[in-house]
């Protein structure tokens, strides 16, 4: 696999993933106090939030609301997946996704949105964990 340079960013495209890792930190530290270990960018984080999202996605939320919790568990979830395997925050037609190279993409406002519709059957622990599998990523330690 060659390495590719990350595509050019616009200054709005810059800000934009500041913000995702603004709300990707912003939902460690409000999930942290209810989890029972260290929560973090991780794989037990992942998995926890993969519950979290399971048994809350049921309630009563408005439309922004759920717009909102989606757009933060997203930059979460996207954070984790680069903490784990490298790449970089990107945006192409289909929205904001991992980039690992030319040809390999993750959507983890998508998948985030697809649990919260779908349930369990669309876990982003499941998305996550086979990450390395689909894109032939190694972790990174």
């Known amino acids: 696999m060659t390495a590719?340079?990350?595509p050019?960013?616009?200054?709005?495209?810059?800000?934009?993933?500041a913000c995702i890792r603004a709300n990707a930190g912003f939902?460690?530290?409000a999930l942290a106090p209810q989890a029972e270990f260290p929560f973090a960018f991780d794989g037990p984080s992942v998995e926890w939030l993969d519950g979290y999202i399971?048994?809350?996605r049921t309630g009563n939320w408005r439309e922004e609301q759920i717009d909102q919790l989606v757009s933060n568990f997203g930059s979460y979830l996207g954070q984790a997946i680069l903490a784990l395997h490298g790449g970089a925050w990107a945006r192409d037609e289909h929205g904001?996704?991992?980039r690992f190279d030319e040809g390999n993409r993750a959507y983890p406002f998508a998948k985030v949105a697809k649990q919260w519709q779908n349930g369990a059957e669309d876990s982003?622990?499941?998305f996550y964990s086979a990450i390395g599998v689909v894109f032939?990523?190694?972790?990174r330690l």
């Open 124 to 126: 982003i622990f499941s």
């Open 27 to 29: 939902v460690v530290e």
């Open 136 to 139: 032939g990523k190694e972790p």
């Open 96 to 98: 904001w996704h991992i």
């Open 4 to 6: 590719h340079a990350d």
């Open 54 to 56: 399971n048994r809350i």
């Open 8 to 17: 050019p960013q616009s200054s709005g495209d810059a800000e934009m993933i």
